[in-house]
């Protein structure tokens, strides 16, 4: 049951990372807004904590960035934009510990429990940091459009492999279950 | 800093990246490494070493926009020796320097700030003096507690250095930084974990750090919140040591560690610049004893996300991302601080390119306002500048940034940059040229008339001057021109040029078939369009963007020609003459010789293409006037930082009588610029 319940709880970090990634809008309205996508994988983050107890750290973490979400959202469905640089860095720090966090304790999950996901989440988690760094510097992106765009790429890739990873990860641990 | 609000720039900008790393140290919480919860200092320590502003950008929140803002105001009544409403705040170095005797209130602030900083540092000096004297009347270490030092540093592979007991000291310390010295309480055994802990400060030269943090401490003395995040990194520098120490030791002895800390919270401990102790006050040991309770090795990984964080925090505070450009504010003549503030902001949104410079103060010239012209003049000019604002503000009840720049009023669609020269000094040259519906009569109380009663509309042109000082500035360059044209004529200012205005350069060359004459107008442009989609059809309008641009490019450069061949033949061989033609090519080497392609001289048929050839022929009747003119229009797009309109080494022309070559000719510059060819 244990097992089960963490198998469900990966399935629904890998569709928060689905929302997380994927943007659809219709006007000034993000039907798969990214705050949802925290919200599920805050909903996963009990059963994790069973194997992986500092993933229940990220809890707080995972609140405020569903929040920070959530006012942007927001703004953007009124049309609006929100200023406030200071925010902005704060809400990148956060982000990165994040995830860095939850792809190391679901890596070390994958280890314990025999599947072969680990490496691919461990080195999807550190390209996956190293963009998120690299866009939030302060640099003129737009003057190097064929490396802004090789960048935009190479995230695109990342998140698509990573949706992939952890749904083949769920399904591996449905496999173990199942034996 | 040389001012008061050179310091208050720098320490409320160390103070707000203080403030940043505090609330991530704070919502991070125990997650990343004592290592990083130190390190992460280097940070404020490199805010505090390099001067704001540096990058021409804020970073975290416009504090120069604010702090220029309140120094506009309360400068405007003083008479400072230090500083100026209207120069703006510059740091140069990141300690203060006072450059002779304070005047005003504000510079004798700095004075008292700047005797501060030296009084700070005395007594850091004094105190650490007195603690080295102290040392030297110390007695050498028994031969028990030499061995016992050699051996802990054996056993840790650390350096050791001379050490001596001291009677009545209350815990042990390093003190010194080229010539460190372990003090050690005399008649008091020393446990070799506390000589571990002091070991490792020495290896890490916690002391060194130690003085430069008390050298910050000096220069911002006056900030409390600075002197409490200096405490705040000092009791992080010895949870960092603690770190060190527990991964050194095994199971029980972290425990016994934790107790002597325990014992120690009531001590006293050394506090002198360039001295590190073990013991830092009992609230802060106390943090550090649950800091051993929850030790833990931190898994290797997650240095990646520390670095990560750590350069997201070091650049957002460094180097900043935008500035908030030109503020024109409420325009209300009673808003003191609207305008100080748009003056501010024309005083920090200096621009950066040439193009930059030429559009802020066209758009300035063309809308009347004195912010736009302030922020593309020389700094010299800014206090004249809000002085004539201010007056004609009081004087016509209107806008505080009212601000015409000659006597006519200009529409507000557009303007061209003519004929951009590069001159010997570095600078430019160019010509600012805008239209006009309605040009005034010679006295200025009428709108001038044609014969037949008609307004005359016209184009106005402004000489101007582009030059380097802290960017690039735009200052008048002659009196401004002005060109009627008659109702009904029109041409693009923008494309098209005219033979009204100057031209860049002027070409000639004299042979035994006539006279060619060619003539050069450039014509460079920002991009000011905007489009406006029409949501009830496929099409839109464009409008013209009134936004200055002060870090603009150039979007397109057009250079014109226009020659002329005078025939100078003799009569009798005019009489023979049924076409004449005329073919231009440039020349960019004037060591070679010209390539004519082949054309097509059709009768009374001009013609052009993108490379800068253009023809003409003409079929002569009894009443011609002995010319034929071409022209072309040659395209730039690109970088044009470098004006590609500079003037080539020559133009050829090929003379054509009766369909057949007759001459050939090479022109030469024989003018640099000047006003429409006679003729």
Known sequence: ?179 | MTDIWAFLLQTLSASLVAALLMVVKWLLGDQLSPRWQYGVWSVLALRIVLPVWMTGKYTLLPLPLWLETVKGVVENSLDSVYSSAYAPIRIRFPVPWVGGMPKSATDWIFAIYAAGVLAALLWYMVSYGRLRLLLRHGSSVSEEQQMQIDTVCEQYSLRPCRAVTVAGLPSAFVCGVLRPVLAIPAAIEIDDKVLLHELLHLRYFDAAQSVVWSVFRAIHWCNPFLQCVFNRIGNDMEQLCDQRVLERLEGEQRREYGGILLSMVNERYPRASGTTSLSNGGKNIARRIASIARFKKYPKGMELVSVCIAVVLLCASLFGTYTSGIEVGSGNRNDDWGFARAMASARLARCTTIAGALDTYAKGIMYANGVYVAAASPLSKQEALAKEMVYNAKRDNGAYDYLQVGPESLNQTGYGIYNLKKLPDGGYEALLVFTADTLLTEDGKGCREDESGDLYTGVVAYPVKVSREDAWVVTENGGIQVYPISSGEYFDITQRGSSLLPFLGTYKAVGKSGTVTTQVQSIYTVDNTIENANQFAFWGSTSFDSTVKPDAEFASCTVNTESKYIFGGSAGERDALKSVGLQMVEMKNADSSPEFPDVQLYSNVSGSDNSGVSWSNRTILPDWDGTVSCGSGTGWSGNMESSPAELLTGYAARIFWNGEPKETLVLKEVVSSGTAAAG
């Not at chain 1, 993000?30 to 993933?55: H, K, Q």
């Not at chain 1, 802004?148 to 492999?161: N, R, S």
Request: aromatic share 12%.
């Open chain 1, 1 to 179: 049951m244990e097992r089960q319940r963490l198998a469900d709880s990966v399935k629904l970090i890998a569709y928060g990372y689905l929302l997380l990634h994927l943007n659809f809008n219709l006007g000034t309205l993000n039907v798969l807004p990214n705050w949802l996508g925290y919200i599920l994988i805050l909903r996963a983050l009990p059963a994790l904590g069973e194997y992986e107890p500092s993933a229940l750290l990220l809890r707080p973490l995972g609140i405020l960035l569903a929040l920070w979400e959530g006012v942007l959202w927001t703004v953007d469905l009124a049309g609006s934009s929100l200023t406030g640089y200071l925010f902005t860095v704060i809400a990148t720090v956060i982000e990165l510990y994040f995830h860095f966090q939850l792809l190391t304790n679901l890596a070390d999950i994958a280890e314990s429990c025999n599947c072969p996901e680990r490496k691919r989440i461990l080195t999807l988690r550190t390209v996956r940091t190293v963009l998120i760094t690299l866009f939030a510097l302060p640099v003129p992106w737009d003057s190097y459009k064929i490396l802004t765009v090789g960048m935009m790429v190479v995230f695109i890739v990342v998140a698509v492999w990573l949706c992939t990873v952890l749904f083949s990860f769920r399904r591996s641990l449905a496999t173990v279950i199942l034996e």
